[in-house]
């Protein structure tokens, strides 16, 4: 069968087999979930490798696992599929004419990561509605959620659990790593231990913060005490040229740390930080859906642009 071919007899049911498929890898699940008789999905499993004239999946014991042609399938449906959510999406929040305004407080180590494409998406959706954005760090930002000062909150968690009158989901897992700036004498080696990095100066979350305490643990599980050289700054703009005109240290996340190694500003250096702060969460009141329609659907927005670092 050749691509003309192949694109007439192609749908979305078939799109949604095939991904549905890649993820669970087994019968029974996958026809839960697409609300399917387990013998229906058997049976559009061997329609599709009739249409593509090639098997797709290969039976070990009671799990199906995907060809090499399958799994190149299973990509290609995961992009189209999330394509036609977010067309979908888009129709439905256009048609919502939402014009009112969301609040939000984030940490900077998480706002430059998760906050530009789900503000894009909901500025797309609905050109009137407004958004602020406060920086901050949960402790400070918290009792303003509590306050109804701002209807979101967005920060790196240590040690996640339930609070009271709040819900959260996680929107981000990605690792914290050390920097540094490319001159600085520490880049030059393959293999540091913590006990050789704790002598140079490093730049800190506030003293007061949540960050601050699972450093502090960190530092506590190599059996070393924090720096004495330490700065204190919540901006990774002024982290950034701290870091280009003193030989200092900081923490950055693993993306953003990887943006600013390809312009050549940082280099990731070789310590194992045991996935600390590698979890990002949005916290809010649950009665906020219902009063604020553009709070709504910027956590759909949310929803829409996530992405595991």
């Known amino acids: 069968m050749n691509a003309d071919d192949i694109r007439k007899v192609l749908t979305v049911r078939h799109l949604r087999l095939i991904a549905a498929l890649s993820e669970l890898g087994l019968?029974?699940?996958?026809?839960?979930?697409?609300?399917?008789?387990?013998?229906?999905?058997?049976?559009q499993i061997s329609e599709l490798e009739r249409l593509i004239e090639a098997p797709i999946?290969?039976?070990?014991?009671?799990?199906?696992?995907?060809?090499?042609?399958?799994q190149r399938l299973a990509d290609h449906a995961r992009q189209v599929l999330g394509q036609i959510?977010?067309?979908?999406?888009?129709?439905?929040?256009?048609?919502?004419?939402?014009?009112?305004?969301?609040?939000?407080?984030?940490?900077?180590?998480?706002?430059?990561?998760?906050?530009?494409?789900?503000?894009?998406?909901?500025?797309?959706?609905?050109?009137?509605?407004?958004?602020?954005?406060?920086?901050?760090?949960?402790?400070?930002?918290?009792p303003m959620l509590e306050a109804g000062s701002i209807d979101l909150l967005i920060a790196r968690v240590w040690h996640p659990q339930n609070l009271p009158e709040i819900e959260q989901k996680?929107?981000?897992?990605?690792?914290?790593v050390v920097v540094a700036g490319q001159d600085h004498p520490l880049t030059r080696k393959a293999r540091l231990d913590w006990s050789v990095v704790v002598d140079?100066?490093?730049?800190?979350?506030?003293?007061?913060?949540?960050?601050?305490r699972a450093v502090d643990a960190l530092f506590a599980e190599q059996g070393l005490t924090l720096p004495v050289n330490m700065i204190a700054s919540l901006s990774l703009s002024l982290n950034l040229e701290i870091l280009r005109t003193m030989p200092a240290l900081s923490l950055?996340?693993?993306?953003l740390a990887r943006n600013h190694m390809l312009r050549g500003d940082l280099v990731v250096l070789p310590l194992d930080t045991r996935g600390f702060l590698s979890e990002a969460r949005c916290f809010w009141r649950p009665e906020r859906r219902a009063t604020n329609s553009t709070f709504d659907l910027f956590l759909k927005c949310l929803d829409q642009t996530r992405v595991d670092g």
């Open 27 to 43: 019968v029974s699940k996958v026809a839960d979930k697409l609300s399917l008789t387990q013998p229906t999905v058997s049976k």
């Open 57 to 70: 999946v290969t039976r070990r014991r009671n799990r199906l696992l995907l060809t090499a042609i399958g």
């Open 85 to 142: 959510d977010r067309a979908a999406f888009d129709i439905t929040a256009m048609a919502s004419g939402v014009s009112g305004a969301v609040s939000i407080g984030a940490v900077s180590s998480v706002a430059p990561i998760i906050l530009p494409d789900a503000i894009a998406l909901l500025k797309r959706s609905a050109p009137e509605a407004s958004v602020a954005v406060l920086d901050g760090h949960f402790v400070s930002l918290f």
């Open 170 to 176: 996680v929107l981000l897992r990605e690792p914290v």
């Open 200 to 212: 140079w100066p490093w730049i800190m979350p506030p003293p007061n913060s949540v960050a601050r």
């Open 252 to 255: 950055f996340p693993q993306s």
